[in-house]
C-alpha cells in the first residue's frame, strides 16, 4: 500500500502528460488597446500573519452598532500602493511571506451594453479576488495576467474589490522553495477594469508564417459569438483590408499574402494593425519577422545573427524592489542598449508587458521565461499543470510581439529523468500554442572535468531549437584564467546561447584582480569568459549574469552582499563597474564587424 502512494505521482505525471494540452488561457489581449478604467492607487491592505481572515474578509464588515463585534476593519488599515511589492512599502514586511488582504472601493458609473472583466497584470503568488462579497476567481502563478469577468456583481455607485494575496513558498509551487531572487509580495502590476461589448474580439495572432516572409498567417477568437459574425482585419500601411465569418466556435483562421518592411533591431518597424467585429474595435503595433535556425545558427529575416545579450530581472533601479512601471523599463533597457545589445534574456519569469512592448519599440530581441527554476516536484500532475498554465499565459500575453524570439521553458534544472518528461512536455505544449517562435532552456550540465574537454550533453537538449548553457568558471568552480585553458563540446548541432556567467563585486570595491568581491575580479573573470566563449562550438549569443545588482534572500554576506546579488555590472543605484566597459567593448566590436548601421554609442 505504502508503495502504491509512493508510485502514485509518478502514475499521475504519466497520465498528465498523455492530456492534450491545458485548456485556451482565458486572457483578453492587449488590454491597453481597451477601454478600461484603472483601480491602481492607494489600496487598504491588513496584514494577516495567521490566515485569520479566511473566516470572512471578504464580506468588508463594518459593525453595524456600537455593540456589534468586527475584529479587522479595512476602512481603519493602512494602505499600500498598486502596483507595488508589499515588502519594499514597510519596513517590518521585507521578509515578510503571508497573506495580505487588499482592498479597493471605487465608484462607479456602469455602462450600457458592456460587459466589465476586472484585470491583473500580475499578483504574487496565489490571489483570490472578491467583489462586494462574492468570489470572483482564484488564480496561482506570481507573473501571469489574469482576469475574471464581473458584469452581473459590478454595482452603478459604490463597490468594494477584495483581494487575499499569499506568497508563501510551496514545495508543490512553480517556482518552488528555493530560489535565488526576492520573492516580492502584492499585487505587482497594474489593476484595471476592461469594458467591452457583449460580444468582443478576445485574441488575435497576426504574424509571419513560419518561413515565410511575405505570407501572414492568423486566427481572430471572439468571445460570446455565434458562428458567422463579421470580421475585419486592417494593416492600412501594407494595404491589408480583408473581411471573414466566425465559425462556430467564434474563431476565423486566415492565410494572407502583404509585401512587408521587416521588423529587425535595427529597424523596428512597427504596423498599425486594427481587427474589428461588430461593435468592438481593436487597435495594436504589430512588427513583422521570421525566426528560425539553420544547423548552429540563428536567422532573423533568413540571416544569421549574433545575440549581443544581457540577463536582467525585474527589479526597481535607483529604489528597491519590483520594477513595473514604464520608466522602470526606459532606465534598464536604456543600460541595455547602452552596452550595446541586440538581446535581452528576462529572467526567470514572465516580466511586465510594457517591457516587452518596450522591447518590440526599441529593437530588442527578447528571451522570455517560466519560473519552472531548479528543483521543483516533477512528480507532482498538479504542479506539471501549473507550469503549464503559466506557459500557456506567457505566451497568450506576447505572442503578437516581433520582440520575443525564445520561449525558454525552464532554467537549471537537474538530469533526472522525471525533469526531462516534464519539460518535454512544456517544449510540446509551446510548440501547439506558438508554431512561430524558438524553443530553448538554460542548462547547466555539463560531463567532463580536469583536462577533458566539458561536453554538453543534457538529453533535454533534444527537445529544443537552442541551447542556454548556464556555466559560472570562474566564480563557483575554477579560476577565471582556467578559462584558457578549457576545451568544450557539443553533442547536439543546434545553436548555443551561453545563458549565464558572472561573479559579484560590490561596486566601489577595488583591489586585485584575484581579490574576490572586487570589481576587478569581475573584469578578469569577464576578460577570459569572453575569450574562451568564442571558442564554444554553435556560439551563437550570450547574456552574461546580470545587468543589474539584485535582492535575494540567498546573498548574505555582511558589508558585500547585505541580501543581494551583486553579479551586476551594474549596481542598484546605477554605478557601472569595470565589467560593464569590458563587456561594452566586445558588443561594440561584434556590432562592427556584422552590422552596417553604427551602433548607438553612448557612455564611457
Ligand atoms: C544561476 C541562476 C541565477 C542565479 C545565478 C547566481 O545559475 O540561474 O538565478 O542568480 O546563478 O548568481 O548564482
Same mark, same amino acid.
Given at each position: 500500500m505504502?508503495?502504491?502512494?509512493?508510485?502514485?505521482?509518478?502514475?499521475?505525471?504519466?497520465?498528465?502528460?498523455?492530456? !492534450?494540452?491545458?485548456?485556451?488561457?482565458?486572457?483578453?489581449?492587449?488590454?491597453?488597446?481597451?477601454?478600461?478604467?484603472?483601480?491602481n492607487?492607494?489600496?487598504?491592505?491588513?496584514v494577516?500573519?495567521?490566515?485569520?481572515?479566511?473566516?470572512?474578509?471578504?464580506?468588508?464588515?463594518?459593525? @453595524?452598532? @456600537?455593540?456589534?463585534?468586527?475584529?479587522?476593519?479595512?476602512?481603519?488599515?493602512?494602505?499600500?500602493?498598486?502596483p507595488?511589492?508589499?515588502?519594499?512599502?514597510?519596513?517590518?514586511?521585507?521578509?515578510?511571506?503571508?497573506?495580505?488582504?487588499?482592498?479597493?472601493?471605487?465608484?462607479?458609473?456602469?455602462?450600457?451594453?458592456?460587459?466589465?472583466?476586472?484585470?491583473?497584470?500580475?499578483?504574487?503568488?496565489?490571489?483570490?479576488?472578491?467583489?462586494?462579497?462574492?468570489?470572483?476567481?482564484?488564480?496561482?502563478?506570481?507573473?501571469? =495576467?489574469?482576469?475574471?469577468? *464581473?458584469?452581473?456583481?459590478?454595482?452603478?455607485?459604490?463597490?468594494?474589490?477584495?483581494?487575499?494575496?499569499?506568497?508563501?513558498?510551496? !514545495?508543490?509551487?512553480?517556482?518552488?522553495?528555493?530560489?535565488?531572487?526576492? $520573492?516580492?509580495?502584492?499585487?505587482?502590476?497594474?489593476?484595471?477594469?476592461?469594458?467591452?461589448?457583449?460580444?468582443?474580439?478576445?485574441?488575435?495572432?497576426?504574424?509571419l508564417?513560419?518561413?515565410?516572409?511575405?505570407?501572414i498567417?492568423?486566427?481572430?477568437?471572439?468571445?460570446?459569438?455565434?458562428?458567422?459574425?463579421?470580421?475585419s482585419?486592417?494593416?492600412?500601411e501594407?494595404?491589408? &483590408?480583408?473581411?471573414?465569418?466566425? $465559425?462556430?466556435?467564434?474563431?476565423?483562421?486566415?492565410?494572407?499574402?502583404?509585401?512587408?518592411?521587416?521588423?529587425?533591431?535595427?529597424?523596428?518597424?512597427?504596423?498599425?494593425?486594427?481587427?474589428?467585429s461588430?461593435?468592438?474595435?481593436?487597435?495594436?503595433?504589430?512588427?513583422?519577422?521570421?525566426?528560425?535556425?539553420?544547423?548552429?545558427?540563428?536567422?532573423?529575416?533568413?540571416?544569421?545573427?549574433?545575440?549581443?545579450?544581457?540577463?536582467?530581472?525585474?527589479?526597481?533601479?535607483?529604489?528597491?524592489?519590483?520594477a513595473f512601471?514604464?520608466?522602470?523599463?526606459?532606465?534598464?533597457?536604456?543600460?541595455?542598449?547602452?552596452?550595446? *545589445?541586440?538581446?535581452?534574456?528576462?529572467? &526567470?519569469?514572465? &516580466?511586465?508587458? $510594457?517591457?516587452?512592448?518596450?522591447?518590440?519599440? %526599441?529593437?530588442l530581441?527578447?528571451?522570455?521565461?517560466?519560473p /519552472?527554476?531548479?528543483?521543483?516536484?516533477?512528480?507532482?500532475?498538479?504542479?506539471? !499543470?501549473?507550469?503549464? =498554465?503559466?506557459?500557456?499565459?506567457?505566451?497568450?500575453?506576447?505572442?503578437?510581439?516581433?520582440?520575443?524570439?525564445?520561449w525558454?521553458?525552464?532554467?537549471?534544472?537537474?538530469?533526472?529523468?522525471?525533469?526531462?518528461?516534464?519539460? @518535454?512536455?512544456?517544449?510540446?505544449? =509551446?510548440?501547439?500554442?506558438?508554431?512561430?517562435?524558438?524553443?530553448?532552456?538554460?542548462?547547466? &550540465?555539463?560531463?567532463?572535468?580536469?583536462?577533458d574537454?566539458?561536453?554538453?550533453?543534457?538529453?533535454?537538449?533534444?527537445?529544443?531549437?537552442?541551447?542556454?548553457?548556464?556555466?559560472?568558471?570562474?566564480?563557483?568552480?575554477?579560476?577565471?584564467?582556467?578559462?584558457?585553458?578549457?576545451?568544450?563540446?557539443?553533442?547536439?548541432?543546434?545553436?548555443?546561447?551561453?545563458?549565464?556567467?558572472?561573479?559579484?563585486?560590490?561596486?566601489?570595491?577595488?583591489?586585485?584582480?584575484?581579490?574576490?568581491?572586487?570589481?576587478?575580479?569581475?573584469?578578469?573573470?569577464?576578460?577570459?569568459?569572453?575569450?574562451? /566563449?568564442?571558442? %564554444?562550438?554553435?556560439?551563437?549569443?550570450?547574456?552574461?549574469?546580470?545587468?543589474?545588482?539584485?535582492?535575494?534572500?540567498?546573498?548574505?554576506?555582511?558589508?558585500?552582499?547585505?541580501?543581494? $546579488?551583486?553579479?551586476?555590472?551594474?549596481?542598484?543605484?546605477g554605478?557601472?563597474k569595470? =565589467?560593464?566597459?569590458?563587456?561594452? @567593448?566586445?558588443?561594440?566590436?561584434?556590432?562592427?564587424?556584422?552590422?552596417?548601421?553604427?551602433?548607438?554609442?553612448?557612455?564611457?
Amino acid at each position: 500500500m505504502k508503495r502504491l502512494f509512493r508510485l502514485l505521482p509518478a502514475l499521475l505525471l504519466f497520465s498528465a502528460s498523455t492530456f !492534450a494540452s491545458p485548456a485556451p488561457s482565458t486572457l483578453i489581449a492587449n488590454v491597453s488597446g481597451r477601454t478600461t478604467v484603472s483601480l491602481n492607487g492607494s489600496w487598504r491592505a491588513i496584514v494577516d500573519p495567521f490566515d485569520n481572515g479566511r473566516s470572512g474578509f471578504f464580506r468588508d464588515a463594518k459593525p @453595524k452598532d @456600537k455593540q456589534d463585534l468586527v475584529e479587522y476593519s479595512f476602512d481603519a488599515s493602512p494602505v499600500l500602493n498598486v502596483p507595488g511589492d508589499w515588502n519594499t512599502q514597510r519596513e517590518p514586511l521585507m521578509f515578510y511571506e503571508g497573506t495580505v488582504w487588499y482592498r479597493r472601493t471605487f465608484s462607479y458609473h456602469k455602462p450600457v451594453d458592456r460587459r466589465i472583466f476586472v484585470y491583473f497584470g500580475a499578483v504574487n503568488y496565489q490571489a483570490t479576488v472578491y467583489l462586494n462579497g462574492q468570489k470572483l476567481g482564484q488564480h496561482e502563478g506570481g507573473f501571469t =495576467a489574469f482576469n475574471f469577468e *464581473c458584469t452581473s456583481l459590478v454595482h452603478e455607485g459604490e463597490n468594494s474589490l477584495i483581494v487575499e494575496v499569499n506568497n508563501v513558498r510551496s !514545495a508543490d509551487a512553480v517556482p518552488g522553495i528555493k530560489f535565488d531572487w526576492w $520573492n516580492y509580495g502584492g499585487i505587482t502590476r497594474d489593476v484595471e477594469l476592461i469594458e467591452v461589448p457583449d460580444r468582443f474580439i478576445q485574441d488575435y495572432s497576426v504574424q509571419l508564417t513560419r518561413g515565410s516572409q511575405n505570407e501572414i498567417s492568423g486566427w481572430i477568437q471572439l468571445n460570446g459569438a455565434q458562428s458567422g459574425q463579421k470580421i475585419s482585419l486592417e494593416i492600412p500601411e501594407a494595404g491589408v &483590408h480583408e473581411n471573414f465569418a466566425s $465559425n462556430a466556435s467564434g474563431r476565423a483562421e486566415f492565410r494572407i499574402r502583404a509585401k512587408l518592411d521587416l521588423w529587425s533591431p535595427e529597424h523596428p518597424k512597427l504596423y498599425e494593425v486594427v481587427v474589428a467585429s461588430g461593435g468592438d474595435t481593436v487597435r495594436d503595433q504589430i512588427g513583422f519577422r521570421t525566426i528560425g535556425v539553420q544547423g548552429s545558427k540563428i536567422l532573423l529575416n533568413g540571416k544569421p545573427i549574433f545575440l549581443r545579450g544581457i540577463s536582467m530581472h525585474e527589479e526597481a533601479p535607483y529604489r528597491e524592489g519590483r520594477a513595473f512601471s514604464p520608466e522602470d523599463a526606459q532606465s534598464l533597457f536604456g543600460w541595455v542598449k547602452e552596452l550595446g *545589445c541586440n538581446f535581452v534574456r528576462l529572467a &526567470h519569469y514572465p &516580466h511586465n508587458e $510594457n517591457e516587452i512592448r518596450l522591447a518590440d519599440r %526599441m529593437g530588442l530581441l527578447v528571451w522570455s521565461e517560466i519560473p /519552472v527554476y531548479w528543483d521543483i516536484d516533477w512528480t507532482n500532475a498538479a504542479t506539471l !499543470a501549473n507550469a503549464e =498554465a503559466q506557459l500557456r499565459d506567457m505566451i497568450a500575453r506576447d505572442h503578437n510581439r516581433a520582440a520575443v524570439i525564445l520561449w525558454s521553458m525552464s532554467n537549471e534544472t537537474p538530469v533526472k529523468p522525471e525533469r526531462l518528461t516534464f519539460i @518535454k512536455q512544456l517544449a510540446q505544449d =509551446a510548440r501547439e500554442f506558438d508554431s512561430t517562435r524558438l524553443i530553448t532552456s538554460a542548462l547547466n &550540465h555539463v560531463e567532463g572535468s580536469g583536462s577533458d574537454p566539458r561536453v554538453l550533453a543534457d538529453p533535454l537538449a533534444d527537445a529544443l531549437d537552442v541551447i542556454g548553457l548556464n556555466e559560472y568558471l570562474g566564480w563557483y568552480w575554477g579560476r577565471p584564467e582556467d578559462a584558457g585553458k578549457l576545451e568544450w563540446k557539443s553533442s547536439f548541432n543546434k545553436p548555443l546561447i551561453v545563458s549565464e556567467f558572472g561573479g559579484g563585486p560590490i561596486a566601489g570595491r577595488h583591489g586585485d584582480a584575484d581579490e574576490r568581491w572586487t570589481e576587478e575580479y569581475q573584469n578578469s573573470l569577464f576578460q577570459h569568459q569572453l575569450a574562451m /566563449v568564442q571558442r %564554444m562550438p554553435n556560439f551563437a549569443g550570450l547574456t552574461p549574469w546580470v545587468l543589474m545588482d539584485f535582492r535575494s534572500p540567498l546573498r548574505m554576506l555582511p558589508g558585500v552582499q547585505d541580501y543581494h $546579488n551583486r553579479k551586476g555590472v551594474i549596481s542598484n543605484r546605477g554605478q557601472r563597474k569595470l =565589467a560593464f566597459y569590458t563587456l561594452q @567593448k566586445f558588443y561594440w566590436e561584434r556590432a562592427a564587424e556584422t552590422e552596417s548601421q553604427p551602433v548607438n554609442r553612448k557612455g564611457k
